[in-house]
């Protein structure tokens, strides 16, 4: 049986998109909304809301982002949500080993030899 699309894409977010949301977060805090706003712009690296609050929840559980409450001038206080050190060092950590591994994936797939 071959696979979907959206099967290889769940596959791939899987490792990848918890990183994104770190690397969304450089620049300073952001409420969650608009973190998957700014990633689902093309619904590649995110389909819909649906996997982001649950994947903050972890990421803040592994101390990788810290939240705090802001008050909300159109409607109740809003969760935002800011990168730790250890946060930090763990996108980091992902920027080193993501050029090369995918380096090595174009490379297998013929795409790197354009």
Not at 25 to 51: F, H, K
Not at 64 to 93: D, I, K, N
Request: net charge neutral.
């Amino acid at each position: 049986m071959v696979p979907s699309e959206e099967g290889i894409l769940t596959n791939l977010r899987r490792g990848a998109l918890e990183y994104c949301v770190l690397a969304s977060l450089r620049g300073g805090a952001s409420y969650g909304r608009d973190i998957a706003r700014q990633l689902s712009t093309d619904g590649v690296l995110m389909s819909g809301e649906g996997t982001l609050y649950p994947l903050l929840a972890r990421l803040r559980k592994s101390g990788l982002v810290e939240t705090h409450w802001q008050e909300s001038a159109s409607g109740p206080p809003r969760r935002y949500y800011a990168l730790t050190g250890e946060g930090e060092r763990a996108l980091e950590v992902f920027i080193r080993v993501w050029s090369p591994f995918r380096s090595a994936v174009d490379s297998s797939l013929g795409e790197g030899e354009q």
